[in-house]
């Protein structure tokens, strides 16, 4: 049962008045409040992640101080911190509304998102406002009360309860397991979250193109924000915005319903059975990288054979196998260690321009069409003046080795591009629902043991500010 309150037309969404904190003194340290969520802050068990997370750690760097990062169980709590001089920004993925101005200084734009009213696979999908049969909850102080608010002035039957003890990803799991009839999302969680909840269906657009953007307190923050708009500018200027909207969301901008569903079965059937083999062969790759390949490869089955010849879990040639050791690809541990060994070979003789955290798509295109074609690719992009070691740039110019007049002009020739791109994006998207299972089992055993804190209390991630390397004072390593 929901624990809400119903909203009418006449109750628009505001932020109650606080006494604001007296004018800042210099900063000595960069407290950023936030909420979890796949997209904006969260632990892969690989280190911390998300879009804010990396965009505030790097503002960090930039203003040469510590950072530490505060997940608040609400937005109302954020607010109030805020107002308080509890934190200086808050940076969790939240859209400029007219509210938002009112209360608080923005932030410039990171990237635009959609409005969406979201139900269940298998209901009718809703035409207009007015036809809307069941219930409609949505984040209490969310900018979705705005939106409502003010489309119920033209449709005054409109009603919809407003939800206090639950997160976004709550709501949609309720309207994926058919507790719920309809909520309201941001386009780009919708996209990310749908490969973990592949019922969620996205109905009508009711607010298009919004900025994302950060805030600031109303008053004492005029020198913070000149820093932030001067930080914002050259990042843009570096493609920095840019590289975190590919990293965040353009790998799941294609949605296979089936294909989500068949892989959240497989990973509850299939994977238990290798998953032992592809953590011990994996190496210093993140064994969920491996185990996406594989299962894009071959579905996790150790007899897959295709036309061409490539055979087993990693689907590998029997060039390939008997290059890197393997006697029988048809043996689900050695084709799994011959990928494995396959992959980190092709990652260690790719161009040292590529960057650490981008050489793993590099990698996986070239295991898919060749690394002849993807450096042909990287030719190609250099002479349009793209750039050849950036992934976004990479995968634009990949499907043009289909094109007679580009692959004319290339070493290697024709490639299936497309399909190389496809593939990475495909990987992407598997291991990205690797780690939110695994962060799910995660939670439970936590939340099982008495006296621990649940991911709804503040938990203050604490890093230093001594440049690109720093380390979180709470986790082994700082991932960039």
Same mark, same amino acid.
């Given at each position: ?22 004018p800042q003194a210099p900063l000595v340290e960069l407290k950023v409040g ?18 804010? /997370?990396?965009? @505030? ?29 509890e934190i200086d920004i808050i940076a969790a993925g939240m859209s400029k ?30 035409? @207009? ?10 984040? @209490? ?115 296979? /319903? ?15 059975? /290798? ?61 799994? *260690? ?28 070239? /295991? ?9 690719? *990287? ?102």
């Amino acid at each position: 049962m929901l624990l809400c309150s119903l909203l009418s037309a006449c109750q628009p969404a505001g932020i109650e008045d606080i006494d604001l904190a007296p004018p800042q003194a210099p900063l000595v340290e960069l407290k950023v409040g936030t909420l979890y969520g796949p997209q904006i802050f969260m632990n892969s068990g690989q280190g911390f992640s998300g879009f804010d /997370y990396e965009m @505030a750690s790097r503002f960090a760097e930039y203003l040469h101080l510590p950072m530490t990062m505060t997940p608040y169980p609400s937005r109302s709590e954020l607010y109030r911190a805020l107002k308080t001089g509890e934190i200086d920004i808050i940076a969790a993925g939240m859209s400029k509304t007219a509210s938002r101005e009112e209360q608080f200084r923005l932030g410039p734009p990171l990237y635009k998102v959609n409005q969406v009213l979201i139900y269940r696979e298998g209901l009718p999908q809703p035409q @207009a406002i007015d036809q809307l049969e069941g219930s409609i909850a949505v984040i @209490a102080d969310s900018a979705f009360v705005d939106t409502l608010t003010q489309l119920q002035q033209d449709h005054p039957q409109l009603l919809w309860e407003q939800v206090y003890d639950k997160d976004n990803e709550e709501l949609l799991t309720m309207i994926a397991n058919g507790e719920l009839d309809y909520t309201i999302t941001d386009s780009t969680s919708l996209q990310i979250n749908r490969r973990y909840l592949p019922e969620l269906r996205d109905g009508m657009i009711l607010e298009q193109g919004l900025d994302v953007v950060w805030l600031l307190a109303p008053q004492g923050s005029d020198i913070l924000m000149s820093q932030l708009l001067a930080f914002w500018h050259s990042e843009q200027r570096a493609g920095t915005l840019a590289h975190l909207n590919e990293k965040y969301f353009g790998h799941v901008k294609r949605f296979d /319903y089936v294909d989500t569903r068949a892989f959240i079965r497989a990973i509850d059937r299939v994977l238990p059975r /290798y998953r032992k083999l592809f953590e011990s062969y994996a190496g210093t790759l993140d064994w969920r990288k491996l185990a996406a390949t594989s299962y894009q490869e071959s579905h996790w089955d150790p007899n897959a054979r295709s036309p061409t010849g490539v055979r087993g879990m990693m689907m590998l040639t029997m060039p390939t196998a008997k290059r890197v050791g393997i006697s029988n690809r048809l043996d689900a541990e050695q084709s799994i *260690r011959g990928g494995a060994i396959y992959l980190a070979d092709i990652m260690d003789r790719l161009p040292d321009s590529i960057p650490e955290n981008q050489r793993i798509w590099f990698a996986l295109a070239s /295991y898919n069409i060749g690394m002849g074609h993807v450096e042909d690719a *990287r030719k190609l992009a250099d002479q349009m003046d793209l750039n050849p070691s950036a992934w976004r740039d990479i995968k634009k110019v990949l499907p043009l080795l289909q094109k007679r007049k580009y692959y004319q002009q290339t070493r290697y020739g024709y490639a299936r591009g497309s399909e190389a791109v496809h593939y990475v994006d495909s990987i992407r998207r598997y291991y990205d629902t690797l780690v939110w299972i695994d962060n799910q089992e995660r939670h439970l055993e936590v939340t099982a043991q008495p006296g621990t804190l649940t991911p709804a209390e503040p938990q203050p991630v604490a890093l230093s500010g001594d440049g690109p390397n720093e380390v979180p004072l709470a986790e082994p390593k700082l991932p960039r």
